[in-house]
């Protein structure tokens, strides 16, 4: 009698079989899960991505050893479960039944199976034999869990086979052995034939206790996997602190940045990558604030040679003025010869006086140092005012009611007025219509806006850019300090001048307030220099209002202004320092 594993005989084969057969199609369902899982992790904090990594690869890495370790013990505690109850058996069956004769009568088999049965073992025995009658008789220790029906069909059919005897197999019979379930109870089966002739034996023992240690074992295993779980994203975020706190002080420095204050540097601490990355932000904040100190510095020289050069074109300009006014004068009396030159002269002055007044202007608004000088204005009569001022009564028409009453700088108001009107009735045609009425603006609180061009369809023809500089005077009070972030409620003043000439070209349309734009590159020397719009842009932002240009379907350009009615909270609070070039411009203005 040999002791053999029967492999072949295991109920547990066919479920091996179908595990491996179902593990590809579970592996893709795994990779999609991670695919699926990696994507999502784009989309969240690095923080919570460094801890879910740390996560996942002390998981794997702690269910790998444990389902190691487990896989291990499990086999170490079978293995030696078995060999001794299949060793105990062996020994048991061959002293038992050595005393037995051939044919033994059932009474003798029941003895021998219970004396085998009383070993330290504690596992219930069958045993099978033929009495000197022929009869077949059973003995079993446990007729509810052992009976010859009880064993596996394959465990019988190997432990009855007769294998040839040879060289390789001394044995004719050989002990077999199969793990079974019965209800939800594993148990351990094995069976042998006595060698020799005599009854062939049969036990079956509970693997209850070993079932129990290796759950034991496994719930050691998951606590020890969930602490190292947890463990790992304490870790990890100890981790991420440690790499995202530089991180963290990097972004609210280039935050700093990109706000203006160029001097934000980073302490450096140690010599690693993020050390390495601090020391490159500040050396390039550093060349970044000498770059900007240099362009800043160009930028004040440039706008001061425009005021200085502005500044000391009105002295001659004065004396030419008052002496080409007494030529004007007398251009009847004068050779018909020389009138011409002299009605150019005087054009040409007037046009000279213009530019230097919107350049001082422009140069004002460059430094941030010009500033509103409120009064409450009758719209209507601003209007009137304006166009009887410039004889344009007879080419312009006016849509607007008396009592519309809002508090704006009158002076600004009417170059805004004479820009835009005389833009239109010069480059577009007449007649030149003016709307002027008011609309409420819901939780209106924003002021300070931006000019834009609205770009619509309608025809396209020539239309110049600069409106006329007649009547665009810009000297005034200065201002210090930034155009204001918030404007006054209480609804707007929306005034629209509209042409009746053939609109605006669709490419020239998104640069009309561009300065020293003309729309005409072939006429260079029209009249007028191209700043008139953009003065009266810059007019509308220190008001917290805005210009738009658009053209009409049915024909025709219009510019719609909209201004707060009420503009004294623009003028409250405290300003942003313009730094040297307000200074600078200061001196200069002191000197007009």
């Known amino acids: 009698m040999r002791e053999r594993s029967a492999g072949d005989t295991r109920d547990d084969s066919a479920g091996a079989g179908a595990g491996n057969a179902s593990g590809p199609a579970a592996g893709q369902r795994v990779l999609r899960g991670l695919r699926r899982a990696s994507g999502l992790l784009r989309w969240t904090s690095l923080r919570l991505r460094l801890v879910v990594v740390f996560g996942l690869v002390a998981l794997t890495a702690a269910v790998s050893a444990s389902g190691i370790a487990y ?24 002293d038992s039944t050595r005393s037995l004769p051939l044919r033994p009568r059932c009474a003798e088999l029941q003895d021998a199976a219970r004396q085998m049965a009383a070993g330290p073992q504690d596992y219930a025995v069958l045993l099978i034999g033929a009495d000197r009658e022929g009869k077949a008789c059973a003995a079993t220790t446990n007729k509810n869990l052992l009976t010859l029906d009880s064993v596996p069909l394959s465990l019988r059919t190997a432990v009855d086979e007769v294998r040839p005897v040879d060289e390789s197999n001394r044995y004719a019979h050989h002990l077999y052995w199969q793990r079974k379930e019965v209800g939800d109870a594993p148990y351990l089966v094995a069976g042998a034939k006595v060698i020799g002739g005599g009854p062939t034996g049969y036990m079956i023992k ?5 079932r129990q240690d290796l759950n034991s074992l496994a719930w050691s295993l998951g606590i020890a996997t969930a602490l190292a779980l947890v463990g790992s994203a304490l870790l990890a975020q100890a981790a991420a602190t440690t790499v995202l706190r530089p991180v963290q002080r990097l972004g609210h420095a280039a935050r700093q940045l990109g706000e203006g204050r160029l001097d934000t540097r980073l302490r450096v601490t140690g010599t690693d990558e993020l050390a390495d990355l601090s020391r490159t932000f500040n050396r390039t904040a550093e060349r970044l604030e000498h770059r900007v100190e240099e362009l800043s510095g160009r930028e004040a020289a440039s706008r001061r040679f425009v005021a200085d050069m502005s500044h000391e074109l009105r002295t001659p300009l004065t004396a030419i003025t008052a002496v080409s006014e007494v030529l004007e004068e007398e251009a009847d009396s004068l050779d018909p010869m020389i009138a011409p030159a002299v009605q150019l002269v005087v054009s040409e002055t007037r046009r000279l006086n213009d530019l230097v007044e919107n350049l001082m202007e422009v140069t004002r608004f460059d430094a941030g140092t010009a500033r509103l000088v409120l009064d409450d204005v009758d719209v209507a009569d601003q209007v009137t005012a304006c166009v009887d001022a410039r004889a344009w009564l007879d080419a312009v028409e006016l849509d ?8 704006l700088d009158p002076r600004r108001l009417d170059v805004i007025l004479a820009n835009l009107i005389g833009n239109a009735l010069k480059h577009g045609g007449s007649p030149v219509r003016v709307s002027v009425h008011t609309e409420e603006v819901p939780g209106d609180g924003a002021g300070g806006r931006t000019g834009s061009t609205a770009v619509t369809g309608g025809p396209a023809a020539p ?8 009547g665009t005077e810009q000297e005034g009070p200065e201002r210090s300090g930034q155009e204001p972030d918030a404007g006054p409620g209480g609804g707007e003043l929306v005034i629209r001048v509209r042409d009746h000439g053939p609109g605006i070209p669709e490419e020239v349309l998104p640069h009309v307030f561009d300065r020293f734009y003309k729309a005409s590159a072939s006429r260079p020397r029209s009249e007028g220099s191209g700043l008139g719009l953009s003065i009266a842009l810059e007019n509308a932002h220190i008001h917290g209002g805005e210009i738009t240009a658009a053209n009409l379907p049915e024909g025709g350009a219009v510019f719609t202004l909209r201004l707060p009615m009420d503009a004294t909270p623009l003028t409250d609070g405290d300003r942003r320092d313009r730094g040297t070039a307000r200074a600078a411009d200061e001196g200069t203005e002191d000197g007009r």
């Open 71 to 94: 896989w291990l013990n499990r086999n170490t505690v079978l293995e030696r479960t078995q060999n001794a109850v299949l060793n105990d058996f062996r020994k048991s069956l061959e």
């Open 206 to 210: 509970s693997l209850a206790a070993e």
């Open 400 to 407: 607007a009611d008396r009592g519309i009453v809002a508090r």
């Open 463 to 470: 239309h110049a850019s600069g409106g006329p500089e007649a």
